[in-house]
Structures are given as structure tokens and as C-alpha cells.
């Protein structure tokens, strides 16, 4: 996986988190008209020149990334692994003591997940499509052709930082949220519904600790809230161009159930 603000990684440690509503900020902040805020556009493109620019981002063709997973409440740390190539190619997998190793994959048409708790399983339908969208290599650079409109609509206050938050319009209807430092420009946060084996869920991420690997800024720290638990990603590596095409080829036991 390229960006860990992306949804990548996020989605599939819904079923291991907990929905935590966002903090909105006081009421003089809610009473800003959308009509006085940075459009939207212009907040995306701020976030991608500060990150390394778009012409750097467009140079990569494949990204491996690895780090350490925490989930405080439980008293877990385990390991996570990403690899993301281009156009629309992911492998997530983490590892936590007393539960093993999850992963999700989609090789451009297949997706799928496999874990101690669920075995080998296939997506179909709403999560197909929501993977094929989020494993696009490209996805921060938001692409207008993926959405409807990007819209500005609120300044406030997010885990104790000043932000934007865009409302992000999807072509099929659906919505997700992303919320922008007004200090540094970077992405801080979003808000995504999606559709897991325990049905939809909502997760709430927050995202921070900006450092360089190679030609891009990545968050080294990823807080994922869902369903009242909180899972911490510490991003360790990002290294582009080196990620072996098979790693996406689907592992046998999910081969099997292919038709």
C-alpha cells in the first residue's frame, strides 16, 4: 500500500475497531458558512504539493510498506505489511498474538480476505466494488473523474487540531469524509462508511507524525477508531519500485473458490 492515510489499511481492521464520532469544534466554528471556506479542490492539492507533489507521486508504480499494530485496549501489538502497485493492486497483512494473520488482497479484479477467524472468503458485490475503488494506486490524487463533487463544508476542531472537513461524493452515491490541517495543509483525518462480514461500519481515522521515505511525506501514525476499540499503526519503511507482481496472486485456499 502506497499512502497509509488511504483507505488500505483502515478497512480491514473494521471488524477490530469501534466507530468514534467525530469531535466537532464550538459553535463559532460551525457557524462558518461553506461559502467563506478554501474550496476543496484547492485543500487537496495543497495536501499533495506538501506531501512531494503530484509529478512525484505519478513517477511511482509500486509501494511496500511495514510498521508495528496496537490495540492499547487489549494489550496487543502485532505486525502489518502493505504492498500497493499501480493501476488498482493492494495486499494488507497484519499479524496479532492470540488471533494470527489477517490478510485482504484484490488483484485488480479478485478480492478477497482470509483470517484464523473467518478462513478463506471471497467479495462479492458492495465489497467488491468499495475495494476496487479504494486500492486505486492513485487515490490521493483525487481524481475528479471518481466523484460527483468535493465540497468544503465546515472548519472545526479534530483531535486537537484546526481542520477542514470535505465532504467527498462518490459517482455512486456514496460519501466519505476527509479533514485537512489549516496549519500545515496535510491530511489529518477521515471518515469512511463501509461494508464489512459484520455489515457496514464506520471507521474514524487520525492521522499524523509526517516523515519522508524517498520522494513523499507518509503519516507514520495511524489511529483507527471503530466500535468503541482503537487500533494504532506505527509505519516503520515505505519503500516504491521494488514490490514482485505475484504478491498479488491470490493465495491457494482463495484460489479455490474461484469459478
Known amino acids: ?6 483507505p488500505g489499511f483502515v478497512l480491514p481492521l473494521l471488524t477490530l475497531c469501534a466507530i468514534v464520532p467525530l469531535t466537532a469544534g464550538g459553535p463559532q466554528q460551525k457557524e462558518r458558512s461553506a461559502a467563506s471556506m478554501p474550496p476543496a479542490r484547492q485543500l487537496i492539492d495543497r495536501h499533495i504539493k506538501e506531501i512531494g507533489g503530484r509529478e512525484a507521486i505519478m513517477a511511482q508504480v509500486s509501494s511496500h510498506v511495514t ?64 475495494r476496487n475503488f479504494d486500492s486505486d494506486f492513485f487515490e490521493e490524487l483525487k481524481s475528479p473523474d471518481r466523484y460527483t463533487s468535493m465540497q468544503t463544508v465546515e472548519r472545526l476542531m479534530f483531535e486537537g487540531r484546526d481542520v477542514y472537513k470535505v465532504r467527498l461524493v462518490k459517482r ?16 489529518a483525518g477521515a471518515i469512511q462508511m463501509r461494508e464489512t462480514q459484520m455489515g ?9 507524525d509526517y516523515k519522508k521515505f524517498g520522494p513523499l511525506l507518509q503519516p507514520t501514525s495511524v489511529k483507527v477508531n471503530v466500535m468503541m476499540t482503537q487500533m494504532v499503526m506505527t509505519i516503520a519503511t515505505v519503500e516504491y519500485g521494488k514490490v514482485d507482481p505475484a504478491v498479488f496472486t491470490p493465495p491457494a485456499p482463495i484460489q479455490a473458490l474461484i469459478k
Open 1 to 6: 500500500m502506497r499512502k497509509i492515510s488511504r
Open 67 to 130: 510498521g508495528t499494530v496496537t490495540m492499547p485496549a487489549a494489550g496487543l501489538t502485532g505486525t502489518l505489511e502493505g504492498f500497493h502497485a499501480k493501476p488498482n493492486k493492494s495486499l494488507q497483512r497484519i499479524t496479532l498474538p492470540g488471533i494470527g494473520q489477517m490478510e485482504e488482497g484484490f488483484d485488480g479484479k479478485v478480492g478477497w480476505s482470509m483470517s484464523p477467524l473467518t478462513g478463506p472468503t471471497l467479495l462479492d458485490g458492495k465489497q467488491l466494488e468499495q
Open 172 to 187: 455512486n452515491g456514496e460519501e466519505d469524509v476527509e479533514l485537512y490541517d489549516v496549519q500545515t495543509g496535510l491530511k
Open 200 to 208: 457496514p461500519m464506520q471507521g474514524t481515522t487520525v492521522i499524523s
